[in-house]
C-alpha cells in the first residue's frame, strides 16, 4: 500500500469523537462520588464544583439548593476532590470492574 494511502485511512478525532468512544460500566448500588449537602449550604459560596470538571457533570438545582453530579460521566480525574476545600465530597476510584474504560489513552 502506498504512504498516501495509508496516511488517507488513518481516522482523524477530534478530542470529542475521542472521548465518545469511552466505555462506562455504571455501579448503581455504590456512586463513587458522594455529596454532603449540607456542608455545601452551610460553607461553600463560590462552588467550585460547577466549574472545573472536564465532563462537566456538576449542576446546581435552584429549586433544592443542591449541587449535583452526574457521576456515572465520570473521567476520574479527581479534580472535583481537590478544588472541593470544605472536603463536603466523598470520593473514591469506582469498585473494580465498574467505572471508565478510556479508549484513546
Ligand atoms: S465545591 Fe464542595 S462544598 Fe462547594 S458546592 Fe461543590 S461539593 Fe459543595
Ligand atoms: S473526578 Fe473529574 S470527571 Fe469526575 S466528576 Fe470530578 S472533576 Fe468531573
Redesign the pocket.
Known sequence: MAQDDAQSSIEILSLEDKLGRNVFKIDKESPHIV?DHD??RQ??T?????FVCPAHL?TFNDERDE?FVDYEGCLECGT?MI??E?E??TWHYPRAGYGIQYRFG
Open positions: 455529596i456542608i455545601c460553607q461553600c463560590l462552588r467550585p464544583c460547577l456538576y449541587v472535583c478544588v472541593c470544605d463536603a465530597l
